[in-house]
T-cell receptor, first 113, second 115 residues
Framework: KAGVTQTPRYLIKTRGQQVTLSCSPI?????VSWYQQTPGQGLQFLFE???????NKGNFPGRFSGRQFSNSRSEMNVSTLELGDSALYLC????????????FGSGTRLTVV | GQSLEQPSEVTAVEGAIVQINCTYQ??????LSWYQQHDGGAPTFLSY????GLEETGRFSSFLSRSDSYGYLLLQELQMKDSASYFC????????????????FGSGTQLTVLP
C-alpha cells in the first residue's frame, strides 16, 4: 500500500510569508503527527491529530497550526515565517496511538530566506 | 520535563555488534521506540518496548528497563547499510494533561560502519 505522502518536497519562502504543508497518511491510519527536524534541535513534536481533532500539541508558538480533514489528510500552516523555521517538516501516521510504530513521510524541506 | 540521552556518535566495523544506549526522564511513560534514519531519508520504525525485557527482530534487538529508565538498541552482524542515525523515542503524554500520547525523540546517534 502507498506510504505517507508529503507535498511539496521542497519549498523556499521569504521571511514574513506563510506556508501550508500537506500530508496524506497511509490508508486506514487515522492519526497524523507532525515533527520539525533541524540539525541543532533534532526531531521536535509539533502536534497530533486523530479523527479531525488535535489530540496533543508540542511547545511551539501559535504561528504553527494544523488541521485534519475527514479523509485523515492533514495540513500544517506556519504564518509569519522566520529564518529559524527553516527545517525538514516530517509527517507520521499510525493506526491508533502509535504503539505499533509510526510511518514517516519523506518530509518537506522548508527554507526561509 | 522530558529528556532523553543517547551517545552522539558510535563507530564499528562490519560484522561487529554495537549497542546504543538511551536513558530517559519523562512523565506518563508508555514505551520506548527506536527509529533509523539514513541521510536525506525518512525515519523508519525499528522496534517498540512497552514492558521490561528484550525484543528481537532479526539482527536488531531492543531492551527496556522501566525501573532504570533505560533502554538500548543492539545491532548484530553490522553491515555497511546500517550506517545511519538511530533515535530512541519515548511514547508519553508530553505536555498534555490528557491521555493522548506522543513521541518525544532523543537527539540521535550517528552510527558509522567501517569496512
Amino acid at each position: 500500500k502507498a506510504g505517507v505522502t508529503q507535498t511539496p518536497r521542497y519549498l523556499i519562502k521569504t521571511r514574513g510569508q506563510q506556508v501550508t504543508l500537506s500530508c496524506s497518511p497511509i490508508s486506514g491510519h487515522r492519526s497524523v503527527s507532525w515533527y520539525q527536524q533541524t540539525p541543532g534541535q533534532g526531531l521536535q513534536f509539533l502536534f497530533e491529530y486523530f479523527s479531525e481533532t488535535q489530540r496533543n500539541k508540542g511547545n511551539f508558538p501559535g504561528r504553527f497550526s494544523g488541521r485534519q480533514f475527514s479523509n485523515s489528510r492533514s495540513e500544517m500552516n506556519v504564518s509569519t515565517l522566520e529564518l529559524g523555521d527553516s527545517a525538514l517538516y516530517l509527517c507520521a501516521s499510525s493506526e491508533g496511538q502509535g504503539a505499533g510504530g509510526y510511518t514517516f513521510g519523506s518530509g518537506t524541506r522548508l527554507t526561509v530566506v | 520535563g522530558q529528556s532523553l540521552e543517547q551517545p552522539s556518535e558510535v563507530t564499528a566495523v562490519e560484522g561487529a555488534i554495537v549497542q546504543i544506549n538511551c536513558t530517559y526522564q519523562t512523565s506518563g511513560f508508555y514505551g520506548l521506540s527506536w527509529y533509523q534514519q539514513h541521510d536525506g531519508g525518512a525515519p523508519t520504525f525499528l522496534s517498540y518496548n512497552a514492558l521490561d525485557g528484550l525484543e528481537e527482530t532479526g539482527r536488531f534487538s531492543s531492551f527496556l528497563s522501566r525501573s532504570d529508565s533505560y533502554g538500548y538498541l543492539l545491532l548484530q552482524e553490522l553491515q555497511m547499510k546500517d550506517s545511519a542515525s538511530y533515535f530512541c523515542a519515548v511514547r508519553d503524554r508530553g505536555i498534555s494533561s490528557g491521555s493522548a500520547r506522543q513521541l518525544t525523540f532523543g537527539s540521535g546517534t550517528q552510527l558509522t560502519v567501517l569496512p
